[in-house]
């Protein structure tokens, strides 16, 4: 009796866990179209193409029209009004005002607005820098503020309405992309892609005014410095550039206290400005591409856990090239506002960035000769994030690509042979290395499979303790099992070799140490350091027009590249 009774558990258990099996196989069934791009209805392709067309075309229409008048307004000697530059961008910023609340206060809050959510779309570090460079814009609104209120008599009221528009700007927009930046909408797709097309074209004019109005600013400042850098620009262009970069208000009688201050303090805080429009650019267009996606990231994405168990090489020597960089970039901020001293502040700044390249060039190829023999899979299959973040990666790059090339032309053409513009060529042949191995070595990491757990290949083995082996047979078979215990067989991919091993430590080694030094390749050029504009022989071979434009192009891209760079060594490390 009692044998059936048990017999009869097992049957039950059995089936129970047939029936377990079944449900968490239905289960994920009925989870899979969930983590998979499902092929939309042509109609719903056609409609989804047609208003990705329309955004784009509304985007550089405006992108088009925004450029005509800010270059027109700065370059050309018919010059164009800068009123009617800050109008147009005032009129913009009130619509994108007005569409970024309608989407948080009514698309958002409809029932099955948002249904999947990307969760690598606004990394923290992003948000966390979008949130930091929007203060400093919004301070920098301020003082513009402070400012043109006591010089209203000589100026537009324009010039004082846009800075509390464009405050209002940064405050909303800065919630939205903070709160926002992850969703997927599902619902007004069409309008959704406008409006974000129409931040994009928005946050990239800001930031072209942004860059021409800190050209013009340094461009009349090397010319007080250095009169023969602009002695090829006629006399009108020169009083046209004086008048954009704030003589006319300077010859008013400012009606209110530290008007200097606030003159001298939103000029310094143009550079936070145009970092921050080229992070909400690069944040909108993510969100573009995320509409109507169908994809739930959260849900394959496990916990991951950072731990810097066996990793040592890779932090010390990257602390210690962040530490040295530290200590030059003071030394240098304080000596190259000295005469005497500005020929040994670049000197010692080329040496320090030939070096620290250096060995980053190294790290990058010993990272990539290592993918060589790595045995893991590549992943093929499609993932639009992972392209987004090798787009903005390799974008970001050009502006750095720029300013290298532009400088060994320089100093090529020059045929200057001083030890400052010897170090200033292999900075710049050194940063052109960097690039393509560090770009070279993240590329591959991304699109390797990550390191498979030892625990997620082992079989799944049920014992029913209920069994009993009652006949002499079972007695004799379980004697002769417990002489001779089974073997525990291991699949060769679960147990990993030594080789693999090291693989494996060496990428978490470099990933670390290349962590650190873009880190501290970001914090120099952030927070104030400009060789190009320090050192004379660009400027005097491109001339400050030339020259100026370039470098605040150029280098708000580097400082996103940096910034990038971080990010995509992170998750490099954390697949390895």
Not at 307 to 327: A, F, K
Not at 459 to 466: A, Q, R
Request: hydrophobic letters at 40%; one cysteine or more; a neutral charge.
């Amino acid at each position: 009796m009692e044998s059936e009774v048990n017999a009869s558990d097992f049957h039950q258990m059995a089936s129970a866990s047939e029936d377990d099996i079944q449900a968490g196989e239905d289960h994920c069934q009925a989870e899979a179209p969930s983590l998979t791009h499902e092929k939309p209805h042509s109609g719903q392709e056609k409609g989804r193409n047609r208003w990705r067309m329309l955004s784009g075309l509304l985007a550089i229409n405006i992108l088009l029209i925004g450029s005509a008048l800010i270059s027109g307004g700065a370059f050309n000697e018919v010059a164009i009004s800068e009123n009617d530059g800050h109008l147009c961008l005032t009129v913009l910023l009130i619509l994108t005002i007005a569409w970024m609340l309608f989407y948080v206060c009514y698309t958002a809050k409809r029932r099955n607005a948002v249904w999947y959510k990307d969760s690598h779309a606004g990394p923290i570090w992003l948000r966390g820098g979008l949130v930091l460079f929007g203060l400093c814009s919004f301070i920098m609104d301020i003082f513009k503020i402070g400012y043109y209120s006591g010089v209203v008599p000589c100026e537009s009221p324009v010039k004082l309405i846009f800075p509390v528009i464009q405050s209002i700007f940064l405050l909303v927009q800065t919630y939205f992309l903070w709160v926002h930046a992850k969703d997927c909408v599902q619902i007004h797709r069409g309008l959704t892609r406008l409006g974000l097309m129409l931040t994009l074209a928005t946050n990239l004019i800001l930031w072209m005014a942004a860059v021409t109005d800190e050209s013009l600013h340094q461009t009349v400042a090397q010319k007080h410095l250095n009169p023969y850098l602009t002695l090829n620009v006629t006399q009108h262009r020169s009083a046209s550039f004086a008048s954009r970069a704030g003589s006319k208000a300077s010859q008013c009688e400012c009606k209110i206290k530290n008007c200097e201050v606030f003159k001298n303090g939103y000029y310094y805080l143009y550079p936070f400005n145009i970092e921050y429009s080229l992070f909400a650019s690069a944040m909108t267009y993510v969100m573009w591409k995320n509409v109507g996606r169908q994809i739930d990231d959260n849900e394959h994405h496990g916990k991951v856990s950072c731990r810097l168990h066996g990793v040592l090489l890779g932090p010390i020597l990257g602390i210690l090239v962040s530490v040295s960089g530290l200590v030059i970039f003071i030394f240098y901020d304080i000596d190259i506002i000295i005469e005497h001293k500005k020929s040994e502040a670049l000197v010692m700044f080329y040496t320090f960035s030939t070096v620290g390249l250096g060995l980053m060039s190294a790290a990058s190829l010993a990272g990539s000769i290592i993918y060589r023999f790595d045995k893991r899979s590549h992943a093929s299959h499609k993932n639009p994030t992972r392209s987004l973040d090798i787009t903005l990666l390799i974008g970001s790059a050009l502006g750095q690509f720029v300013l290298a090339y532009y400088s060994v032309v320089a100093i090529v053409g020059s045929r200057a042979t001083d030890r400052v513009n010897a170090l200033n060529l292999t900075t710049s042949l050194m940063t052109i290395l960097q690039l393509c191995l560090q770009n070279l070595y993240i590329i591959e990491g991304l699109h390797r499979e990550p390191f498979k757990h030892e625990a997620e290949h082992l079989d799944l083995v049920c014992v029913n303790p209920y069994v009993r082996e009652d006949s002499s047979t079972d007695q004799q078979n379980t004697e002769n099992t417990s002489q001779n215990p089974p073997t525990q067989t291991q699949n060769p991919e679960t147990t990993p070799s030594r080789q693999t091993y090291w693989n494996r430590r060496a990428v978490k080694e470099i990933s670390t140490f290349l962590l650190l030094c873009n880190i501290i390749f970001w914090v120099i050029p952030a927070f104030g350091a400009r060789p190009q504009l320090e050192n004379d022989l660009e400027m005097n071979f491109y001339k400050a027009q030339m020259w100026v434009p370039i470098v605040n192009i150029g280098l708000p891209f580097g400082i996103f590249y940096r910034m990038h760079s971080v990010s995509s060594l992170f998750e490099v490390y954390l697949s390895s």
